[in-house]
């Protein structure tokens, strides 16, 4: 016997700042306004997606001592964006990327209940945590979290949150007009925390929300990033877009669910994925070349070789061979406030590499940089993709994708036209809305029952 | 009245719960139920809109109300719990298109980063309606929520003694130390700062963005904020003041100070304390709103409505009291008040319902048109933002302007 089909769940990155988003591209749009963000959260809601997502970034990055100005720049507060968002949508799921190093877990938690009362049970938290003390800067509390207190700091503060979120249990606010009872329990909200990073007691402001607490989604990768997500999240940002990385990736993270005491389904697997879509495979494959040009300008493909170089490359021409002189292999001091250049672990193996391949292919440095940079996840004709993304889903490569496109607002648009209707026909995406809640469209159970199943068992 | 046209005052709303008085809950237009779901708070500021107030505030807080200034009060029988403001504020603004909508932003233990960038994206979410109100904790059990600072016990007694003026005055240095980033925040993006020049690659003008370097006792802020200038450039700041130093806040840090005087001796007492205070922080030529709170009872007559103060006096166990004067009567009795408070130089009022289904409705439906019928309120909405309502221009930008003349 076959097994069931999937259903897949989809979601939309609202694009960022970095260079997947191509701003000079007459269709893009403001990245700021409040019309580029409702055009697109309705687009995703007629989409009949499960969430819309947000990335967070605390400080303007720099390279090379000045503030980076190649990509967007600028973001809205993500709370506030999502809460407005909240009035002109009503299913789609609200996902806010926020730090847990400059933050405390009672705002945190006032902030994440109150925009899930105010979505309708809608609300997830994207739980990241950094410890740069260039971010610090802005924050009252600097930036001397040691790198390896990160997780435990990110833990605790998660496990604060839920205890503030559980406070209540849902049943105090009678509001009884006759008796005169507002309140059932004058306790309502009284917490004790003691931890090494917190020490903090009280009673939470907030009644319990719609979802009991918001959905929680991590994004770390490393194995502790794992284990945390393993143990307390329910869904997973991934980075893993490619079928054979990303079946590797989940059966490595499903496998670790056993020993918290959680089932396979209550953790979904979700990479985020680049698009480019044309009447035909070729149409495509032509387009999406064009892209990653567009994303690699001439001043960009030089910055991006400075991730790897770790020193000034200002001088050389783009359209010229690659540097003689090799990377600075010292402490990063290029690049500040991105995640992306801890990825180049032995920049002088890399840099030997690329001139070879330079040299073979003949390519210039932008050329090697867009050669070198990923390719779009899913590159073809509505139906090629829509076949790609089932069967990645349907393979166990993940459970669905957070797509990123690459225009401000309308890049979902046709994502939402022509390859929904044709996930739809063949029956792994919804046509309706399950319910009103996240977790409803994530097929994620309410935290009460959760608690209840694990009491009966 | 007289012929000659007075000058128009401005009208703002205090929301809180389900009103101000702790037994309001209990009248059957309240709707103790809804004061978690964001229908409620549409409900309540599309009829403030209606009526053509400048804006609504909203009251927040980190702890729990309580009967008590400096403590809980272990109370049930009045409504506990409230929803951010900021959100709340955001949530109900791509549904209104004219009214200001200014949150209370506790300062003590948050982040100014934070703050700066919300206000800002509130300002853009409502087009150029944002404000904040800049409201202090100084208790010892909202400072246990955060474990990072510990206050001593406080309260009202405490706040008069010597120590306990000290202590405010340093609460209140910090709070304008808040105010100070979250206005520089604001002006550290130039205002055509994002300039998407495709021949040379580059999204922003980087010389227009500028650090805020910014060093006090309590907080050190870089910049600049991630967030660009909002669309008011400087959205409205404002703050509750009842004595010597929180209007020295005002008038040095804010563009709308509230004010709670009980008649107008002492209204005329208090305007000319700020005043002299803006002159001293040289702000003087400046506009600088000083408006006057008032809690209102609204009833068609009199006498109505002191029997519902009565009654909810009755329901709450003893007479409903407030560091505002609480007045109780008709919407031209209220209007003639307003405007005798108005001219010892107060510009406009922030009036607190009682009941907020009750009262705010008689203001925007009652008082409004009694106003309006003497000439002193607006007929329609002169101006699409905040600052406009409130002849405010729009800021040029303190760094812009640093590196013209440099």
Redesign the interface.
């Known amino acids: 016997m076959s097994k069931p089909l999937k259903q897949i769940h989809l979601a939309a990155h609202f694009p960022g700042v970095n260079n997947t988003t191509v701003w000079s591209d007459p269709a893009a749009g403001s990245h700021i306004e409040f019309s580029s963000f409702a055009k697109f959260a309705r687009t995703a809601e007629r989409a009949k997606f499960d969430f819309l997502f947000l990335a967070e970034g605390l400080r303007l990055r720099e390279q090379g001592g000045k503030i980076y100005d190649l990509d967007v720049v600028g973001r809205p507060d993500t709370f506030t964006i999502l809460a407005a968002l909240a009035a002109v949508t009503e299913h789609l799921g609200l996902t806010g990327t926020i730090n847990s190093t400059f933050n405390e877990p009672y705002e945190v938690a006032r902030q994440f209940a109150s925009l899930d009362h105010l979505s309708d049970g809608r609300a997830a938290w994207n739980v990241v945590t950094s410890w740069d003390a260039f971010t610090g800067e802005n924050f009252r509390r600097g930036g001397f979290l040691p790198q390896d207190e990160r997780y435990s700091r990110a833990k605790e503060f998660l496990a604060t949150t839920q205890e503030l979120f559980d406070s209540w249990h849902g049943d105090e606010v009678v509001a009884d007009r006759a008796s005169g009872t507002f309140l059932s329990d004058a306790k309502a909200g009284a917490f004790v925390h003691q931890g090494q990073h917190f020490d903090i007691q009280g009673q939470f402001n907030v009644p319990r929300s719609p979802q009991g607490r918001p959905v929680i989604f991590q994004a770390g990768d490393s194995d502790e990033g794992r284990e945390f997500a393993a143990s307390s999240a329910d869904a997973i940002f991934s980075r893993y877009s490619t079928l054979g990385e990303g079946q590797a990736f989940y059966t490595d993270v499903k496998s670790r669910l056993a020993k918290y005491g959680r089932r396979s389904d209550q953790l979904l697997i979700l990479p985020a994925a680049t698009f480019v879509l044309g009447d035909t495979d070729a149409e495509a494959e032509d387009l999406a070349k064009e892209v990653r040009r567009q994303q690699v300008s001439g001043a960009t493909a030089i910055k991006h070789l400075e991730f790897v170089w770790n020193r000034d490359l200002s001088s050389y021409d783009p359209d010229g061979p690659l540097p003689d002189v090799d990377p600075d292999v010292s402490e990063n001091h290029i690049s500040k406030g991105r995640a992306q250049v801890r990825m180049y672990r032995d920049p002088l193996a890399t840099a030997r590499e690329w001139r070879e391949r330079a040299e073979a292919n003949g390519w210039s440095i932008r050329d090697l940089v867009i050669e070198t940079g990923n390719r779009q996840a899913f590159i073809g004709s509505p139906s090629t993709v829509a076949k790609t993304i089932n069967d990645f889903v349907q393979a166990d490569a993940s459970d669905g994708f957070i797509l990123v496109p690459h225009i401000t607002p309308t890049g979902l648009d046709p994502f939402a036209d022509k390859v929904v209707p044709l996930l739809q026909e063949q029956g792994v995406f919804r046509t309706e809305y399950e319910g009103p809640t996240l977790r409803d469209h994530l097929g994620l159970a309410h935290p009460d029952d959760v608690r209840e199943e694990r009491a009966a068992s | 009245m007289s012929s000659t046209s007075p000058s128009p005052l401005h009208l703002a709303v205090a929301l809180d719960g389900t009103g101000w008085h702790p037994?309001s809950?209990?009248e059957?237009v309240a709707r103790?139920?809804d004061?978690?779901?964001?229908a409620y708070w549409a409900d309540l500021v599309a009829e403030a809109e209606r009526g053509l107030l400048d804006f609504v505030t909203f009251e927040d807080?980190?702890?729990?109300?309580s009967s008590h200034y400096g403590e809980?009060d272990?109370?049930?029988?009045?409504?506990?719990?409230?929803?951010?403001a900021?959100?709340?504020a955001?949530?109900?603004?791509?549904?209104t298109s004219h009214i200001g909508l200014v949150p209370t932003v506790v300062s003590t233990?948050?982040?100014p980063?934070?703050i700066s960038?919300?206000i800002?994206?509130?300002d853009?979410?409502s087009?150029g309606r944002a404000g904040l109100r800049v409201q202090l904790s100084a208790r010892p059990?909202?400072a246990?929520?955060?474990?990072?600072r510990t206050f001593e016990p406080i309260s009202l007694e405490s706040l008069r003694t010597e120590a306990g003026q000290e202590r405010l005055s340093e609460h209140f240095d910090e709070a304008a130390d808040y105010i100070e980033v979250v206005r520089r925040l604001w002006d550290s993006?130039e205002d055509d700062a994002?300039i998407?020049d495709?021949a040379?690659?580059?999204?922003?003008?980087?010389d227009k963005?500028h650090y805020i370097d910014f060093e006090g006792r309590?907080?050190?802020?870089?910049?600049?904020s991630?967030?660009?200038r909002p669309p008011q450039g400087q959205p409205v700041v404002s703050s509750l003041a009842h004595q010597t130093i929180p209007y020295r806040l005002v008038a040095r840090a804010t563009d709308v100070g509230y004010v709670t005087p009980h008649d107008t001796d002492d209204a005329r007492a208090i305007v000319a304390e700020i005043r002299a205070e803006q002159q001293t922080a040289g702000r003087a030529d400046e506009l600088l709103h000083i408006f006057g709170d008032l809690v209102v009872f609204l009833d068609d007559d009199e006498a109505t409505a002191v029997a519902r103060r009565e009654r909810l006096d009755a329901?709450a166990g003893q007479p409903y009291t407030s560091d505002a004067r609480i007045f109780t009567g008709t919407p031209a009795q209220l209007a003639d008040l307003l405007q005798e408070l108005q001219a010892t130089g107060l510009t406009g009022f922030r009036l607190r319902p009682a009941v907020a289904g009750h009262d705010l409705p008689a203001i925007t439906q009652g008082l409004v048109p009694e106003l309006q019928r003497r000439g002193a309120f607006r007929q329609a909405y002169e101006a699409d933002t905040l600052r406009g309502l409130l002849g405010l221009a729009r800021p040029a930008n303190r760094y812009a302007a640093a590196a013209a003349t440099a």
């Open positions: 037994a809950w209990r059957p103790p139920r004061l978690f779901t964001a807080g980190l702890g729990l109300q809980l272990g109370r049930t029988d009045q409504v506990r719990g409230r929803l951010d900021v959100l709340i955001a949530r109900i603004a791509p549904l233990h948050t982040e980063f934070h960038k919300a800002a994206t509130l853009y979410v087009t059990h909202e246990d929520h955060f474990g990072r993006w994002e998407r495709i040379t690659g580059r999204f922003v003008d980087r963005l309590h907080f050190s802020v870089k910049g600049p991630i967030t660009p329901l």
